[in-house]
C-alpha cells in the first residue's frame, strides 16, 4: 500500500525568536495543506511547548545549538519530531500537574509538557547517539 | 505579536489582550501587568476577545497575576475566550482557577 507523505523542515536554533519562524512555517503548511485554524494553532502549541523546554533546558553552554523540526502530513496523519543535540532528557517521564487545585495553591509552570500529552495522540521520546528526539502525532478528522 | 490596550468600566481596569501570548510576549505582558499592579489596581478585567493563541507562557501570566490579586484582596475576571483558547483553559483546570465571563459587561458587574 503506498502512502502519500508530504514533509517540511524547519531549521531553528536555541533561540527563542525563533518562534517566529514555527509560526510561519505552520502557516505555510495549514495553506498548502489545508489544515482548519483550530488545529493548526493545536500545532503550533504543541512545537511552542517543545521547542522552548529544549531551549530553555536542553544546553548547558551559550553556544548556537540546530534544533531540526519536521512536519509530515502520512495520509491522515501529522507527525511532527523534533530534534537537538542537548543533555539527555526525556520529557514524557514528567508528572502530571494537579489540574484540580486552586490558584493559591497551583504551581507556577509545569504545564506545557502536559499540554503535548492532552493535545496529541501519541508522544514518543527516543534518545539516539547524542540526539534527543521528540516525536508527536495527531490524526486529522476526515 | 501581542497589543495590550487598556480601558476602565465600572471600577475595573480593562486590558484588552490582542494577538498571540507567546513565550517571548508573555514577558512583556508580565511586565505591562507588574507595572499595573505595582501602581495599586487591584480590579483587573482581561479581555480576551482577541486573543488568538496563548501558549503556557502566557497562562503562566494569568495565573501570576490571579495570585497577587488573591493575596492584595483584589479581582481578576477573565472574559470572552475563544472556543480553541477555551478548550487550552478548560485541559489545563484554569476554567476552574478563573471566574470566566462573557463579556467585559457581565465581568464587571459580577
Not at chain 1, 525563533?18 to 488545529?39: C, F, N, T
Not at chain 1, 520529557?91 to 503535548?116: K, Q, V, W, Y
Not at chain 2, 487591584?42 to 501570576?64: A, E, N
Amino acid at each position: 500500500m503506498s502512502h502519500q507523505t508530504e514533509t517540511k523542515v524547519v531549521s531553528l536554533t536555541n533561540r527563542l525568536n525563533d518562534l517566529d519562524k514555527i509560526a510561519g512555517a505552520l502557516e505555510d503548511i495549514a495553506e498548502l495543506w489545508s489544515l482548519p485554524v483550530d488545529l493548526t494553532m493545536t500545532l503550533n502549541l504543541v512545537i511552542e511547548e517543545a521547542f522552548t523546554n529544549v531551549v530553555n533546558y536542553a544546553f548547558q553552554d551559550e553556544s548556537v545549538h540546530d534544533i531540526e523540526l519536521v512536519i509530515q502530513k502520512i495520509d491522515n496523519r501529522l507527525v511532527i519530531s523534533l530534534k537537538d543535540d542537548g543533555v539527555a532528557y526525556d520529557p514524557t517521564l514528567n508528572s502530571d500537574p494537579d489540574i484540580s487545585m486552586s490558584a493559591r495553591d497551583r504551581e507556577i509552570g509545569g504545564l506545557g509538557i502536559f499540554l503535548i500529552k492532552k493535545m496529541m495522540d501519541k508522544v514518543s521520546y527516543e534518545r539516539r547517539g547524542e540526539a534527543n528526539i521528540l516525536t508527536m502525532e495527531k490524526l486529522i478528522a476526515d | 505579536m501581542l497589543q495590550v490596550d487598556f480601558s476602565s468600566t465600572a471600577g475595573y481596569t480593562v486590558a484588552h489582550v490582542i494577538g498571540r501570548l507567546d513565550t517571548v510576549t508573555a514577558t512583556d505582558f508580565e511586565g505591562q501587568m507588574s507595572k499595573l499592579i505595582s501602581e495599586g489596581v487591584t480590579r483587573i478585567i482581561f479581555d480576551c476577545t482577541k486573543l488568538g493563541y496563548v501558549s503556557s507562557s502566557g497562562l503562566r501570566v494569568f495565573l501570576l497575576v490571579q495570585k497577587q490579586m488573591s493575596a492584595l484582596g483584589g479581582k481578576l475576571k477573565v472574559c470572552c475566550l475563544q472556543p480553541s483558547i477555551r478548550e487550552i483553559f478548560d485541559i489545563s483546570g484554569f476554567s476552574q482557577i478563573f471566574s470566566l465571563f462573557d463579556s467585559v459587561e457581565s465581568a464587571s458587574q459580577h
